[in-house]
């Protein structure tokens, strides 16, 4: 898979949708395979995040829409008013011994760990991680046919799936923030894989 055909070569344009805010978010609990429920709050955001994307997308065509099978990006994508189908490869880094736990937390037995650049005992490495983001933007270029996609998932994988877009490696994930119910938006110049908005809100 070339860069060009990540990031709205055959499909339209890409959105991210982050999911609404939960307990765990809230408070920096790494949340990777625990089924969460949305505070208030992540369902306000979520019906926010809704309003956006329509704003957003105006009066383009229904957009295909993939969403995650944890139940707080499918809460998410039920309150924004997105009707879609799951996709295994959406669901958010597998964070092994470290769920639910802090990053302070665990830096106090691995001083400087970050998801990024250390190793997650019993869980995925950004390569594996990486490799699932390919396939998510394998299926947005073959399966978007000339129309929008929607992807609603998590602020780890979808950072990674934003690098690997612009074919940046997993780990330069590290470099975009992503807020919860934040909408990010790809597509292409000329061929040219383009980030052209980044934590929408």
């Known amino acids: 898979m070339t860069a060009e055909t990540t990031a709205g070569g055959a499909a339209g344009t890409v959105y991210l949708l982050r999911h609404g805010e939960t307990e765990w978010s809230a408070t920096g609990r790494h949340t990777g395979v625990t089924d969460l429920p949305l505070t208030t709050r992540g369902q306000d955001e979520a019906r926010r995040a809704g309003d956006l994307l329509a704003r957003l997308r105006a009066?383009?065509?229904?957009?295909?829409?993939?969403?995650?099978?944890?139940?707080?990006?499918?809460?998410?994508?039920?309150?924004?008013?997105?009707?879609?189908?799951?996709?295994?490869?959406?669901?958010?880094?597998?964070?092994?011994?470290?769920?639910?736990?802090?990053?302070?937390?665990?830096?106090?037995?691995?001083?400087?760990?970050?998801?990024?650049?250390?190793?997650?005992?019993?869980?995925?490495?950004?390569?594996?991680?990486?490799?699932?983001?390919?396939?998510?933007?394998?299926?947005?270029?073959?399966?978007?046919?000339?129309?929008?996609?929607?992807?609603?998932s998590h602020g780890h994988l979808l950072r990674v799936l934003i690098a690997?877009?612009?074919?940046?490696?997993?780990?330069?994930?590290?470099?975009f923030a992503l807020q919860t119910a934040a909408i990010t938006v790809l597509g292409s110049e000329r061929g040219v894989p383009q980030l052209r908005s980044l934590n929408l809100r």
């Open 59 to 152: 009066d383009a065509p229904p957009p295909l829409v993939l969403i995650s099978p944890r139940s707080r990006a499918r809460e998410t994508a039920e309150l924004a008013g997105l009707d879609g189908e799951v996709l295994a490869e959406l669901a958010e880094w597998d964070y092994g011994d470290y769920e639910g736990r802090t990053t302070p937390e665990i830096r106090e037995q691995v001083p400087g760990w970050t998801i990024w650049s250390a190793p997650t005992p019993g869980g995925e490495t950004a390569a594996e991680v990486g490799r699932r983001a390919d396939r998510v933007l394998s299926a947005v270029s073959t399966r978007g046919a000339g129309r929008d996609v929607v992807l609603v």
């Open 164 to 175: 690997r877009a612009l074919g940046l490696s997993p780990e330069q994930g590290v470099r």
